[in-house]
């Protein structure tokens, strides 16, 4: 029987099944703590003291977040909200 690092084909196969498993459950993980640090500073910018406006490439505002609406009433009717 061939073996790889004294182990049999079926026991090597099993070996790294699980380490993509580990691997897949580590991503997954990831990804969420990712999902969840972005809306942490999304809504820190949302509710910033300071104005702030994202801008297009071709300078147009397309986002506002509280303090720029209450500096430009009219920015919150413009413009689509950062957060849902």
């Not at 029987?1 to 691997?23: F, K, P």
């Not at 897949?24 to 969420?32: D, F, L, N, P």
């Not at 994202?54 to 009717?77: F, K, Q, Y």
């Amino acid at each position: 029987m061939t073996t790889i690092d004294g182990l049999s084909w079926s026991e090597n196969r099993a070996r790294l099944r699980q380490q993509a498993e580990v691997l897949i459950r580590k991503g997954a993980a990831s990804e969420t703590e990712l999902t969840e640090d972005l809306a942490h500073y999304y809504a820190l910018y949302k509710f910033a003291p300071a104005a702030y406006l994202v801008v297009s490439r071709d300078g147009r505002v397309t986002e506002s977040n509280v303090a720029a609406d209450a500096l430009c009433p009219i920015a919150s009717m413009l413009f689509p909200p950062m957060l849902s």
